[in-house]
Each structure stands twice: as C-alpha cells, then as structure tokens.
C-alpha cells in the first residue's frame, strides 16, 4: 500500500521561507495526484489553503503556494507570521478514486 | 455561506452500528461531491468516503471498506455515514467536508467541525 509521505517536522523564523514537501513511499507525485494541503491548529477543523498543485483557496494569503518540485508535492510559505505555527496537511488522489493524507508536517514559527 | 454541520457521534460498543449525519448550506448542494474524514485523537487526518454528486459513485478507504456505507439525499442537503461492526480504531472526530467540484477528482474545500465516535465497551 502507497504511503504518503511529510516530514514530521520543520521550523521557520518569523519572515523566513519554509518549504514543505508531500512523497510516495513509491514512486513520483505528479499533476494526476491532483495534490492539495491544508492547516490545522489545534482544536479547530482544517483549513484548505492550496488545490491541485497550486490554485490558492478562496481568502489564503499569497505567501502560500504550491507546486510540484521533483518527484514530490511542495507547500512554500514565504514570509512566515507567528499563525503559520500549524499542522500541515497534504492529501493526493489514488487510483480507483481514493484520497490519501500524509502524516502531516507541524511546523514551528519561532 | 457554506455550513456544514454533523451530528451522531456518541459512545458505542465495539461490533455495534450508528449513522452520522451532515446538513449542508449556503451552497447548491446536488452540484458538488462529498466526504468524510476522519481524526482518531491526537493523530493526522483520515480520508474515509466519497460520493459524487448524484450517489451513484461512492469510494471507501480500505480500513472502512465494506463496513461503512455512504450516502445522500440531495432533497434534504444532507449527507450520511452509516458505519457497521465498528472497532475501537474507529475512534476519531468524524469531519464532513465539501467537494471542489461535481467530480470525484477534486478534493475538498469547505469543512464542518465534526462529531466525535466513541467506540468503547
């Protein structure tokens, strides 16, 4: 079974540049993946942010963005605020029409 | 504005059954899929189901698949989850979330707060 993958964790200084990334366990994240992230703080429900690679959900700062860099899905926030200290989400399209989330990433503003 | 609302979730016995429900709002509910996912506590996300617009087409992640059933009514806006022979690993706020689109190939965008399942003797 494919797994997707984040990394468990990651720090960024307020007004730095993190990147994000989202992997399988096989092979290379591709457009057909339809791949999407999302932010979650503890207590609330998720909150969407990019969808399909990179198309910005409604009201989401331009300091998030997406893309695909290499083999993996990237989530690149630049500038980081003090709110960006979440749980990062990504979530892609399998085959057979079933989505898969990654562990998630908690990112630490500090 | 979108509303997502479920309700439910309570504390049940391993091997029993229970059906949650979402009522959805602020959007033409028939034009778009729905899911459900899944948060055991203190864990990542889950994706659960899917179901396209109409119901004909419906997905299961392999860790529900045959014990869980979804679907919906488009005459009410509302979406369900019946979910049989639970397990303790069931455990987890169950979250309703909208589809981007009509078609199952897009994810989600708007989510409810959810409703918590208890699966415990």
């Known amino acids: 079974q494919t797994v997707v993958t984040q990394e468990p964790s990651f720090s960024v200084s307020p007004g730095g540049t993190v990147t994000l990334t989202c992997g399988l366990s096989?092979?290379?994240?591709?457009?057909?993946?339809?791949p999407s992230w999302y932010q979650q703080t503890p207590g609330q429900a998720p909150r969407t942010l990019i969808y399909n690679i990179n198309t910005r959900f409604s009201g989401v700062p331009d300091r998030f963005s997406g893309s695909i860099l290499g083999n993996k899905a990237a989530l690149t926030i630049t500038g980081a605020q003090a709110d960006d200290d979440s749980d990062y989400y990504c979530v892609l399209y399998m085959s057979g029409g079933s989505w898969v989330f990654g562990g998630g990433t908690k990112l630490t503003v500090l | 504005e979108v509303q997502l609302v479920e309700s439910g979730g309570v504390v049940v016995q391993p091997g029993g059954s229970l059906r949650l429900s979402c009522a959805a709002s602020g959007f033409t509910f028939d034009d778009y899929s729905m899911h459900w996912v899944r948060q055991a506590p203190g864990k990542g996300l889950e994706w659960v189901s899917l179901i396209n617009w109409d119901g004909d087409n419906t997905y299961y992640a392999d860790s529900v698949k045959g014990r869980f059933t979804i679907s919906r009514d488009n005459s009410k806006n509302s979406l369900y989850l019946q979910m049989n022979s639970l397990r303790a690993e069931d455990t987890a706020l169950y979250y309703c979330?909208?589809?981007?689109?009509?078609?199952?190939?897009?994810?989600?965008?708007?989510w409810g707060q959810g409703t918590l399942v208890t699966v415990s003797s």
């Open positions: 979330a909208k589809g981007i689109a009509a078609a199952t190939l897009f994810p989600f965008d708007y």
């Open positions: 096989s092979g290379s994240v591709s457009t057909g993946h339809y």
